[in-house]
Protein backbone atom coordinates (compact mmCIF):
# COMPACT_ATOMS: atom_id res chain seq x y z
CA UNK A 1 0.00 0.00 0.00
CA UNK A 2 1.03 3.28 -0.71
CA UNK A 3 2.13 5.68 1.66
CA UNK A 4 -0.27 8.74 2.99
CA UNK A 5 0.87 12.22 1.48
CA UNK A 6 1.08 15.29 3.21
CA UNK A 7 1.91 18.61 2.14
CA UNK A 8 4.78 20.58 3.27
CA UNK A 9 4.65 23.80 1.49
CA UNK A 10 6.39 25.36 -1.15
CA UNK A 11 10.29 25.43 -1.29
CA UNK A 12 9.85 23.27 2.15
CA UNK A 13 11.57 20.11 1.13
CA UNK A 14 14.26 21.95 -0.96
CA UNK A 15 17.52 21.51 1.33
CA UNK A 16 16.78 18.09 2.57
CA UNK A 17 18.82 15.09 1.91
CA UNK A 18 18.43 11.09 2.93
CA UNK A 19 18.95 11.22 7.12
CA UNK A 20 17.84 14.49 7.05
CA UNK A 21 14.90 15.00 9.59
CA UNK A 22 11.84 17.34 8.95
CA UNK A 23 9.01 18.93 11.25
CA UNK A 24 5.68 19.32 9.80
CA UNK A 25 3.57 21.44 11.63
CA UNK A 26 0.18 22.88 11.21
CA UNK A 27 -3.08 21.74 9.91
CA UNK A 28 -1.12 18.70 8.29
CA UNK A 29 0.42 17.32 11.06
CA UNK A 30 -2.70 17.45 13.47
CA UNK A 31 -4.72 15.86 10.34
CA UNK A 32 -1.60 13.24 10.25
CA UNK A 33 -1.50 12.50 14.15
CA UNK A 34 -5.34 13.28 15.13
CA UNK A 35 -7.36 12.01 11.69
CA UNK A 36 -4.75 9.71 10.29
CA UNK A 37 -3.06 8.64 13.42
CA UNK A 38 0.20 8.26 12.37
CA UNK A 39 2.75 7.16 15.21
CA UNK A 40 6.48 6.57 15.15
CA UNK A 41 7.67 3.80 12.75
CA UNK A 42 5.48 4.53 10.38
CA UNK A 43 5.88 5.16 6.63
CA UNK A 44 4.76 8.07 5.07
CA UNK A 45 5.35 10.99 2.14
CA UNK A 46 5.71 14.81 2.51
CA UNK A 47 5.18 16.82 -0.49
CA UNK A 48 6.03 20.46 -1.55
CA UNK A 49 2.82 20.63 -3.71
CA UNK A 50 5.51 21.44 -6.65
CA UNK A 51 6.82 17.94 -7.55
CA UNK A 52 9.29 17.22 -4.82
CA UNK A 53 8.46 14.61 -2.23
CA UNK A 54 10.25 13.24 0.77
CA UNK A 55 9.37 9.64 2.06
CA UNK A 56 10.61 9.11 5.41
CA UNK A 57 9.70 7.03 8.75
CA UNK A 58 7.78 8.79 11.34
CA UNK A 59 10.01 9.98 14.46
CA UNK A 60 7.60 11.32 16.94
CA UNK A 61 4.25 12.58 16.38
CA UNK A 62 1.79 15.05 18.35
CA UNK A 63 -0.94 17.15 17.63
CA UNK A 64 1.39 20.40 16.98
CA UNK A 65 4.68 18.53 14.87
CA UNK A 66 4.66 15.55 13.57
CA UNK A 67 9.01 14.85 12.96
CA UNK A 68 9.84 12.68 9.82
CA UNK A 69 13.58 10.94 9.39
CA UNK A 70 13.99 11.30 5.84
CA UNK A 71 14.83 8.48 3.50
CA UNK A 72 14.73 9.08 -0.04
CA UNK A 73 13.55 12.55 -1.71
CA UNK A 74 12.34 12.49 -5.83
CA UNK A 75 11.62 14.94 -7.85
CA UNK A 76 8.49 14.73 -10.16
CA UNK A 77 8.70 16.38 -13.12
CA UNK A 78 5.41 18.12 -14.73
CA UNK A 79 3.73 16.65 -17.90
CA UNK A 80 5.06 17.79 -21.10
CA UNK A 81 1.34 18.18 -22.16
CA UNK A 82 -0.35 19.72 -19.46
CA UNK A 83 -4.32 19.26 -19.58
CA UNK A 84 -6.37 22.18 -18.14
CA UNK A 85 -9.98 21.71 -17.17
CA UNK A 86 -12.49 24.72 -17.61
CA UNK A 87 -15.15 23.99 -15.43
CA UNK A 88 -18.16 26.52 -15.80
CA UNK A 89 -19.93 27.12 -12.25
CA UNK A 90 -22.91 25.06 -11.42
CA UNK A 91 -25.32 25.04 -8.51
CA UNK A 92 -25.46 22.42 -5.90
CA UNK A 93 -21.48 21.87 -5.49
CA UNK A 94 -21.60 19.81 -9.13
CA UNK A 95 -18.80 22.00 -10.07
CA UNK A 96 -16.76 21.46 -6.79
CA UNK A 97 -17.36 17.65 -7.34
CA UNK A 98 -15.70 17.82 -11.30
CA UNK A 99 -12.93 19.86 -9.79
CA UNK A 100 -12.15 17.05 -7.36
CA UNK A 101 -12.13 14.03 -9.71
CA UNK A 102 -10.41 15.63 -12.29
CA UNK A 103 -7.60 15.74 -9.72
CA UNK A 104 -7.69 12.81 -8.21
CA UNK A 105 -7.35 11.44 -12.35
CA UNK A 106 -4.58 13.68 -12.86
CA UNK A 107 -5.79 17.27 -14.01
CA UNK A 108 -2.57 20.25 -14.22
CA UNK A 109 -5.03 23.18 -13.61
CA UNK A 110 -8.14 24.12 -13.68
CA UNK A 111 -9.98 27.37 -14.28
CA UNK A 112 -13.55 28.25 -13.03
CA UNK A 113 -15.66 29.71 -15.98
CA UNK A 114 -18.55 31.97 -15.65
CA UNK A 115 -20.40 31.31 -18.63
CA UNK A 116 -23.43 32.77 -19.49
CA UNK A 117 -26.19 29.89 -18.20
CA UNK A 118 -24.17 29.61 -14.97
CA UNK A 119 -26.76 30.26 -12.00
CA UNK A 120 -23.82 30.20 -9.78
CA UNK A 121 -22.38 33.57 -9.33
CA UNK A 122 -18.72 34.40 -7.75
CA UNK A 123 -19.14 38.04 -7.10
CA UNK A 124 -17.02 40.64 -4.76
CA UNK A 125 -16.10 38.56 -1.50
CA UNK A 126 -17.58 35.70 -2.98
CA UNK A 127 -15.67 34.98 -5.35
CA UNK A 128 -12.53 35.13 -3.09
CA UNK A 129 -13.98 32.99 -0.65
CA UNK A 130 -15.33 30.34 -3.67
CA UNK A 131 -11.88 30.43 -5.03
CA UNK A 132 -10.26 29.58 -2.00
CA UNK A 133 -12.85 26.65 -1.85
CA UNK A 134 -11.73 25.14 -4.91
CA UNK A 135 -8.12 25.33 -4.09
CA UNK A 136 -9.13 23.49 -0.79
CA UNK A 137 -10.85 20.90 -2.76
CA UNK A 138 -8.54 20.75 -5.30
CA UNK A 139 -5.32 20.20 -2.52
CA UNK A 140 -7.74 17.85 -0.56
CA UNK A 141 -7.83 15.53 -4.00
CA UNK A 142 -4.20 15.60 -4.46
CA UNK A 143 -3.42 14.54 -1.23
CA UNK A 144 -5.71 11.72 -1.35
CA UNK A 145 -4.48 10.47 -5.18
CA UNK A 146 -0.82 10.77 -3.40
CA UNK A 147 0.40 13.57 -5.70
CA UNK A 148 3.40 15.49 -5.20
CA UNK A 149 1.78 18.64 -7.74
CA UNK A 150 -0.86 19.96 -6.51
CA UNK A 151 -2.82 21.56 -9.78
CA UNK A 152 -3.29 25.41 -9.93
CA UNK A 153 -6.95 26.80 -9.42
CA UNK A 154 -6.54 29.96 -11.92
CA UNK A 155 -8.47 32.92 -11.57
CA UNK A 156 -12.51 32.97 -12.78
CA UNK A 157 -13.02 34.05 -16.19
CA UNK A 158 -16.24 35.06 -18.42
CA UNK A 159 -16.70 34.24 -21.62
CA UNK A 160 -14.30 37.05 -22.53
CA UNK A 161 -11.59 35.98 -20.55
CA UNK A 162 -12.10 32.43 -21.49
CA UNK A 163 -11.79 33.18 -25.69
CA UNK A 164 -8.33 35.00 -24.43
CA UNK A 165 -7.25 31.34 -22.93
CA UNK A 166 -8.46 29.88 -25.93
CA UNK A 167 -6.50 31.66 -28.12
CA UNK A 168 -3.54 31.39 -26.23
CA UNK A 169 -3.77 27.27 -25.67
CA UNK A 170 -2.37 24.75 -27.82
CA UNK A 171 -5.90 23.18 -28.07
CA UNK A 172 -9.02 23.95 -26.74
CA UNK A 173 -11.92 21.53 -27.00
CA UNK A 174 -15.55 22.47 -25.94
CA UNK A 175 -17.37 18.68 -24.88
CA UNK A 176 -20.57 19.16 -26.89
CA UNK A 177 -23.48 16.75 -27.37
CA UNK A 178 -24.09 18.43 -30.73
CA UNK A 179 -20.38 18.15 -31.98
CA UNK A 180 -19.84 15.32 -34.57
CA UNK A 181 -15.92 14.17 -33.84
CA UNK A 182 -15.39 12.31 -31.21
CA UNK A 183 -13.42 13.64 -28.39
CA UNK A 184 -10.56 10.77 -29.11
CA UNK A 185 -10.32 11.57 -32.73
CA UNK A 186 -9.66 14.88 -32.11
CA UNK A 187 -7.04 14.25 -29.34
CA UNK A 188 -5.27 11.51 -31.57
CA UNK A 189 -5.09 13.91 -34.67
CA UNK A 190 -3.73 16.56 -32.67
CA UNK A 191 -1.29 14.50 -31.10
CA UNK A 192 -0.39 13.07 -34.76
CA UNK A 193 0.68 16.34 -35.48
CA UNK A 194 2.55 17.66 -32.57
CA UNK A 195 4.67 14.41 -33.46
CA UNK A 196 5.25 15.19 -37.15
CA UNK A 197 6.71 18.90 -36.20
CA UNK A 198 8.94 17.18 -33.12
CA UNK A 199 9.84 18.77 -29.63
CA UNK A 200 7.06 22.10 -29.28
CA UNK A 201 7.84 22.01 -25.29
CA UNK A 202 5.45 22.18 -22.78
CA UNK A 203 2.04 22.60 -24.20
CA UNK A 204 -1.55 23.37 -23.02
CA UNK A 205 -4.83 21.68 -23.53
CA UNK A 206 -8.19 22.96 -22.50
CA UNK A 207 -11.26 20.63 -21.84
CA UNK A 208 -13.86 22.97 -21.97
CA UNK A 209 -17.16 22.10 -19.82
CA UNK A 210 -20.27 23.46 -19.77
CA UNK A 211 -23.00 24.05 -16.56
CA UNK A 212 -26.14 22.63 -15.79
CA UNK A 213 -28.03 24.74 -19.00
CA UNK A 214 -25.45 23.75 -21.50
CA UNK A 215 -23.34 26.65 -23.33
CA UNK A 216 -25.31 29.17 -25.24
CA UNK A 217 -24.79 29.17 -29.24
CA UNK A 218 -23.67 32.50 -28.32
CA UNK A 219 -20.82 31.55 -26.68
CA UNK A 220 -19.61 28.23 -28.49
CA UNK A 221 -19.30 30.04 -31.62
CA UNK A 222 -17.03 32.67 -30.25
CA UNK A 223 -14.59 30.38 -28.65
CA UNK A 224 -14.48 28.31 -31.86
CA UNK A 225 -13.67 31.84 -33.64
CA UNK A 226 -11.02 31.74 -31.17
CA UNK A 227 -9.94 28.68 -32.38
CA UNK A 228 -11.27 26.49 -30.06
CA UNK A 229 -12.93 23.01 -31.31
CA UNK A 230 -16.46 20.91 -30.27
CA UNK A 231 -16.29 17.10 -29.66
CA UNK A 232 -18.33 14.40 -28.47
CA UNK A 233 -17.61 12.83 -25.58
CA UNK A 234 -19.82 9.74 -25.93
CA UNK A 235 -23.21 8.78 -26.49
CA UNK A 236 -24.63 9.59 -23.55
CA UNK A 237 -25.25 13.19 -22.30
CA UNK A 238 -23.51 13.78 -19.26
CA UNK A 239 -24.12 16.24 -16.26
CA UNK A 240 -21.17 19.03 -15.78
CA UNK A 241 -19.71 17.13 -13.00
CA UNK A 242 -19.30 13.64 -14.62
CA UNK A 243 -18.29 15.36 -18.42
CA UNK A 244 -15.00 16.80 -17.26
CA UNK A 245 -13.30 13.86 -15.55
CA UNK A 246 -14.80 11.26 -18.02
CA UNK A 247 -12.31 14.02 -20.36
CA UNK A 248 -9.80 13.72 -18.35
CA UNK A 249 -9.73 9.65 -18.49
CA UNK A 250 -9.98 9.79 -22.31
CA UNK A 251 -7.26 12.32 -22.94
CA UNK A 252 -5.01 10.80 -20.34
CA UNK A 253 -5.33 7.60 -22.40
CA UNK A 254 -4.83 8.98 -25.42
CA UNK A 255 -1.66 10.90 -24.11
CA UNK A 256 -0.36 7.91 -22.35
CA UNK A 257 0.25 8.85 -19.06
CA UNK A 258 -1.18 5.88 -17.40
CA UNK A 259 1.39 3.55 -19.25
CA UNK A 260 4.21 6.13 -18.96
CA UNK A 261 6.52 8.09 -16.39
CA UNK A 262 5.69 11.31 -16.14
CA UNK A 263 8.52 13.48 -18.29
Same mark, same amino acid.
Given at each position: ??????????????????????? @????????????????????????????????????? &????????????????????????????? &??????????????????????????????????????????????????????????????????? /?????? /???? %???? @???????????? @?????????? &??????????????????????????????????????? @?????????????? &? %? /????????????????
Amino acid at each position: MSNPVFFSGAGSLDELVPGARFV @LQGPEARHAVTVKRLSPGESVDLADGAGKRLTGTVVS &ASPAELTVQCSAVSVEDRHDIRLVLVQAL &AKGDRDELAVETATELGIDAVIPWQSERSIVRWKGERAAKAHAKWQSVVTAAAKQARRAWIPEVRAA /VETAGL /VAAV %AAAD @LAVILHEDAVRP @LRSVLESWQG &AQGAQGDAGAQEILLIVGPEGGISPREVTRLCDAGAMTA @LLGHHVLRSSTAGP &A %A /VVLASDVLGRWTAPVS
